[in-house]
């Protein structure tokens, strides 16, 4: 699995979201809210930015109408068998 700018943004977004000290509890949630945003102009090319876009999203608390855009550019990049593959002009490899 690669890392990339969506998955780094995720996954820190879930820890200040979930690990930042009281003290600190002002400025994650600005931290949190500007990564939330930065999530909403983002447009995944992968199956696995996409997913990280969707839980991203979720976790920073986006409106319902971000997560549903979200949740559908993941679902319409399954194909009929039902499995998603890693880039969008490639087979499905699992």
Known sequence: MSRGDLQSATLSLYLLKHYSPAACRAESELTISKAKTWLEDQDPAT???R????????????????????????????????????????????
């Open 47 to 49: 199956t696995q930015d």
């Open 51 to 94: 997913a990280f876009d969707l839980m991203g999203l979720v976790w920073a608390n986006a409106s319902v109408d971000s997560i549903r855009r979200a949740t559908c550019a993941l679902q319409d990049s399954q194909r009929q068998d039902g499995r998603s593959p890693q880039m969008p002009t490639i087979g499905t490899d699992a």
